[in-house]
C-alpha cells in the first residue's frame, strides 16, 4: 500500500481556467509548490510571474511528470484528450483530483445542465479506466470555484463528496480539504462518481433559475 506524505507537496494543477486558477491560488495560500499546466504554457506566464517563486506553468505532459500530485481541471468533454496528452506515465501511481464534469456543449433544459454521460456511468470511470496506474479521487466537483477554497458560510463547514478506489489517495485528498475548510464524505469507489457528478447540476439550479449561486451542500444525520 502507498503512503503518501502530504506536507509541502509539488501540485500540478491541469488547466488554464477559473477552476485551475482557483485551486492553484489555494494550493499556494497553503504552503505547496504549483505547477499549471495548458496545451500552451505562455497563456498562464502572467499568471506564474504575479503568483510568486513556487508558483510555474507548464504543458500538461511536464506539468504532471514534475508532481507528486495532479489535479485534473480541464474542459470535463476534453478530459480524456488532456489525459492522452499529459502521457500516462506521468501520472502512474499519482494522485489525480478529479474536478471536472462531463457537461455537454447544449445549452441547459429548465435550468439543467445537459451531460454527454449516461446515469448509469460516469467521467471519472473513464478516467480511471484510460489511466489505470493513476489514483483518481473526486473532489471539487459539486461546487462552484467561488467556494472551493475556505468557504464561509453561516452554516459551518460545507460537505465535499469524494471517491475513489485507492484509500491511501482519498486520504490526502481528504487532508488538503481539511485544509481549505471542507468536510470530508467519503462517497466509495469510483462508481460513487454517478453520483458526485449530477451535484454539479443540482449545484448550479438555483443560479440558473434566479436564486442565487451563494451555496454548498451539507451531509446532515
Ligand atoms: N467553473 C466552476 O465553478 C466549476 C466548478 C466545479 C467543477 N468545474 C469543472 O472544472 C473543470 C474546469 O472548469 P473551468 O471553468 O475552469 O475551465 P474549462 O473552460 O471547462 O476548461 C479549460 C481547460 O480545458 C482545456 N481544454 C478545453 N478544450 C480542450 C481540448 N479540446 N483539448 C485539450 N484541452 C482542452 C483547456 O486547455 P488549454 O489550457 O490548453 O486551453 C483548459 O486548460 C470543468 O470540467 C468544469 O465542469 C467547474
Not at 468536510?183 to 458526485?196: K, S, Y
Request: with cysteine; aromatic share 8%.
Amino acid at each position: 500500500m502507498t503512503t503518501t506524505s502530504i506536507a509541502s507537496m509539488n501540485i500540478a494543477v491541469l488547466g488554464s481556467g477559473v477552476v485551475g486558477q482557483v485551486l492553484a491560488d489555494g494550493f499556494l495560500k497553503h504552503g505547496h509548490t504549483v505547477r499549471r499546466g495548458s496545451r500552451d504554457a505562455a497563456k498562464l506566464a502572467d499568471w506564474a510571474a504575479a503568483a510568486g517563486a513556487r508558483a510555474s506553468a507548464g504543458t500538461f505532459a511536464d506539468t504532471a511528470a514534475w508532481a507528486d500530485l495532479v489535479v485534473l481541471a480541464v474542459k470535463g468533454s476534453a478530459a480524456e484528450t488532456v489525459l492522452d496528452q499529459t502521457g500516462p506515465a506521468n501520472l502512474a501511481g499519482k494522485v489525480v483530483i478529479d474536478a471536472t464534469n462531463p457537461i455537454a456543449d447544449a445549452p441547459p433544459d429548465h435550468g439543467v445542465l445537459r451531460y454527454f454521460t449516461a446515469a448509469n456511468e460516469s467521467l471519472m470511470e473513464r478516467l480511471q479506466a484510460r489511466v489505470a496506474a493513476a489514483r483518481f479521487v473526486k473532489a471539487f466537483s459539486c461546487v462552484g470555484n467561488a467556494f472551493m477554497v475556505n468557504p464561509q458560510f453561516e452554516g459551518g463547514p460545507p460537505t465535499m463528496f469524494i471517491c475513489g478506489d485507492d484509500a491511501d489517495a482519498k486520504r490526502v485528498v481528504t487532508s488538503l480539504l481539511d485544509a481549505f475548510g471542507w468536510a470530508t464524505e467519503d462517497m466509495g469507489t469510483v462508481h460513487a462518481a454517478r453520483a458526485i457528478e449530477p451535484l454539479c447540476q443540482l449545484w448550479c439550479l438555483p443560479g440558473m433559475t434566479g436564486k442565487g449561486w451563494r451555496h454548498a451542500f451539507k451531509m446532515l444525520r
